[in-house]
């Protein structure tokens, strides 16, 4: 793998530098870091943001799946009660034979 930004040495970071102040001047250089690093925060709050929303979704997806299983199996118990009643009814005298 290629890792251009690797390449960037001492000599190289120098230069970099140099150029910077020749462009903006050496009082913008503080203003400047001061913006990225306000970038930089706004964007690591962005990227919590967007991660808590996914987990309460994903979160809210579960206990909804939760409940819908919890309705699903009280009323299949509900049915059942209701057939086992159903035939108890049909055949009154069966269930007390000794």
């Known amino acids: 793998m290629y890792l251009p930004l690797a390449e960037l040495d001492g000599p190289i970071v120098w ?5 910077a ?3 903006f001047g050496g009082s913008k250089i503080p203003e400047l870091a ?9 964007f690591k709050k962005a990227s919590e943001d967007v991660s808590d929303e ?3 979704v994903v979160d809210e997806d579960d206990r909804r799946q939760a409940r819908l299983k919890a309705l699903e199996e009280e009323e299949r118990a509900k ?3 209701r057939l086992e009643q159903e ?5 009154p005298g ?3 034979k000794n």
């Not at 001061?34 to 706004?42: D, F, M, S, V, Y």
């Open 15 to 19: 230069a970099i530098i140099i150029v």
């Open 87 to 91: 035939e108890r009814n049909k055949h």
């Open 94 to 96: 069966e269930g007390h």
């Open 34 to 42: 001061r913006g990225l690093g306000k970038a930089k925060r706004e």
């Open 21 to 23: 102040v020749l462009l």
């Open 54 to 56: 996914v987990k309460n």
């Open 79 to 81: 049915i059942r009660a």
